[in-house]
């Protein structure tokens, strides 16, 4: 397929110009004022489509690196697999999606989880994809084998727990550490202070509190703060080893990366748009009938949504440069799943959809309210992301020779979140109903129109695996001002 966009407004993170693209074999081969169809023609693959996009803004296809698709959770199966997820993907601006692969069985090797990651998303994605290595136990096999991981396999990024059932110690997370760094390798970490949680839940269940808002009480801020800190300090033990805190959602522990910014250490921050938008008085919604707390559970995530001071820190986090990246931890169940924490919160599966809504929130919440510079804004849903995680200069920015992944967004478009127009399997959408100025009209993905005014085009299948880049290679293109 070969496109003509004429008239855009093109927008990179260092820079917007008024011009014209050619797309020709999944590339972008050219970008000029005024190409004319029949300058374009004779060098084209197949007829030019040519598209009008006068009045809109062109940006690089939106990089989300936080999703878990076709994950177990040990209570619950979430209902988007590499399908589902990546057309809701795709339908909301983004092209590529970096997948944390779930836990396997105890014991089992990084090449265990890559396998069968691949087995699920190779027919089913329609958006170029990775994974993120994900380390549930430390021995010297596995830190013999994430040699290859990184080399052969093009996985250049690995997740560590500081809670759940394959949380790491101290002394597994400065092996883990120091190993990626030798690498240049970067290390996610979810951090969160497991005993304080099991303290702080024992406390409240015993107290027969159970309903959602004490899920979030039973975690709160200085619990993820103090492990953000903890992870800064043995990232600095482990030789300055560069680190990536997954989904912040409090202030605390953004100050604590602001600091280490201010001595030079390479800590990178990403936040999600729920940590941004919803605050914790979500936690209390109520419905009807006999399950006051129902609406709450859809929530439930960890860590969960802050009161509304730490919404607007992060807000001042992303202005200030302090948080790199946004993407959306996207792990989505059913209403019905998630009722199993009717009995309990601790019973309800954690996570929400949410990859559709990133770049129009950030968009419309972002740019359309003056919150960020439209420049700023494809930096943290798009450019960054894919800096970090070697995908750049393929992925993450409008140049010639890169892949053609674009998304046209027309500021004029207004739209009111509804779980109808969503393409997530979960029947709820957690903004639903807010009112949003922009959005996606076009999606293409190396070249091809996959989604049209909202209607999916796209093949299963499509999306391919793209190796990443090592952080040696990524540092080339980093600069945190
Ligand atoms: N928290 C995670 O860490 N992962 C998936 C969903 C969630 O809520
Ligand atoms: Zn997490
Ligand atoms: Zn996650």
Known sequence: MSVLIKNATLVNADASEQSDVFINNGLI?????DIHSADVNLSASSPVEVIDASGKYIIPGGVDVHTHFNIDVGIAQSCDDFYSGTVSAACGGTTTIIDHMGFGPAGCSLHHQLERYHEYACDSAVID????GTIQHIDDSILDEMESMVLDEGISSFKLYLTYGFKLDDTEVLAALSRLNQLNALTCVH????GAIRFLKNRMLARGLKDPIYHALSRPPECEAEAVGRMINLAVLAGDAPVYIVHLSNGIGLEY????HQRGQPVFAETCPQYLQLDINRYNETCSGDFPADQGLKYIMSPPLRDSDHLKQLWHGLQDGTISTVATDHCAFTMEQKRAGRDGFQYCPNGMPGVENRIPLMFSEGVMKGRLSINHFVDLVSTKPAQLFGLYPRKGVIAEGSDADLVII????????SQSQMHSRSDYCPFEGMTLQG???MTLSRGKIIVRNGVFKGLAGDGEF???ETLNRCFRYWNRS
């Open 129 to 132: 994809y990775s994974f993120h």
């Open 257 to 260: 990366i602001r600091q280490a």
């Open 439 to 441: 959005y996606p009209v």
């Open 466 to 468: 793209i190796p990443r």
């Open 191 to 194: 951090p969160e202070n497991d």
């Open 410 to 417: 027309d500021p004029d478009c207004e739209v009111t979140l």
């Open 29 to 33: 081969e050219r970008i000029e004022p």
